[in-house]
Structures are given as structure tokens and as C-alpha cells.
């Protein structure tokens, strides 16, 4: 498979995945005034762990990818959010080996940190050189784009979409009821 068709269908999936993540977060706030919803909710408490191990795999695999098959050198500030999706499968293939629920407060701490520099790095690469500081010396610069997708997916946007998602996913699964 060509860079560029990868490229095409990775922007789609991350379009997918904001779009999953959007109507995940509208059913948890909506779920009391809605009983209807109780069936994804349900889902998603049940489901929630595995899922998010898929999904934080299928995110490392891609940057594995990326850079080890297609070449693509990372930058400082995505080794930063490598770092915090990392461990996550990490943590997500033993807790449902495990049926281990409490790690979803880890995983919300992992994800807030790595979301907020996908932020930084994000507008670093949409605005203008010089607006924000970039962490690289020397090496592969954090504002060089070297993904874009449908005007606005990068590899950071690609970052933020898939700790939101993870983010949404602990939600439901840290709101599970405990037994007594």
C-alpha cells in the first residue's frame, strides 16, 4: 500500500473517530434524560476497556508505521505523545485481562496530558512560523507538516482525536456502578 492511500484512509478513520467521540460524549451527558441511550451506555461500560485497547493499539501501530516503515522521522513533540499513549495498551491489555476497571482514571490522567500537547503541537504546525516555540534542536522541526489531510488532519490532530476518544471511552467506564 502507497503512503498517500494510507494517508487518505487514516484521515477518514480519524474523522470517524471524532465524529464516534462527539456522539459517545453527547450519550453520556444525555443518558439520564434519555433511558433509550441505556443500551450504548451499557455497552460502552461493559465494552469501554477493550475498545480503548483496540484503538490506543491500532494509534501505536500507525506511528510505528509511519516512521519505522514509511521513513517518517517524529519530532520532539511526538515522541511527547507517543509517551503518554505508549503505556496505555499497555495497561489496557492487562486490565482486561485482569476485568480491571480502576486503571480508567489512569488512562483519563495519560490522556488529558497527551490531548494538550497534540493542542500545542497542532497550532504550532496551522500558524504561522514563529508563533509558538518549538521544542526541536537540530533535528526534525515540530512545526513542519509532514501529513494533511482534508485541510486540517495532522499527525497531531490524528493525537488529539484519539485521546478524546479515549477520554470519552473512561468516562463510561469509570461511571460504572460498583457492586457492594
Not at 461500560?45 to 516503515?69: M, Q
Not at 495519560?110 to 537540530?138: A, K, R, W
Request: proline content about 6%; hydrophobic content about 55%.
Amino acid at each position: 500500500m502507497h503512503v498517500e492511500t494510507l494517508n487518505y484512509l487514516l484521515g477518514l478513520a480519524t474523522i470517524v473517530l471524532q465524529i464516534l467521540t462527539v456522539a459517545f460524549l453527547a450519550v453520556y451527558f444525555l443518558r439520564h434524560q434519555f433511558p433509550d441511550l441505556e443500551g450504548i451506555v451499557s455497552y460502552l461500560r461493559t465494552w469501554g476497556i477493550g475498545i480503548a485497547f483496540l484503538a490506543s493499539a491500532g494509534a501505536s501501530i500507525v506511528t510505528v508505521v509511519h516512521s519505522g516503515i514509511f521513513g517518517l522521522p517524529p519530532c520532539p513533540l511526538c515522541w511527547w505523545q507517543r509517551a503518554f499513549l505508549y503505556p496505555q495498551v499497555v495497561m489496557f491489555g492487562i486490565a482486561v485481562l485482569m476485568r480491571d476497571r480502576v486503571i480508567a482514571g489512569y488512562s483519563i490522567a495519560l490522556s488529558i496530558i497527551g490531548l494538550m500537547i497534540g493542542v500545542y503541537h497542532h497550532v504550532l504546525q496551522m500558524y504561522p512560523t514563529g508563533s509558538l516555540p518549538c521544542p526541536s534542536e537540530g533535528g526534525v522541526s515540530c512545526g513542519q507538516i509532514l501529513f494533511l489531510q482534508f485541510g486540517y488532519i495532522t499527525y497531531p490532530m490524528m493525537s488529539i482525536s484519539a485521546f478524546a476518544f479515549l477520554i470519552v471511552l473512561m468516562l463510561f467506564v469509570r461511571s460504572t456502578p460498583r457492586a457492594l
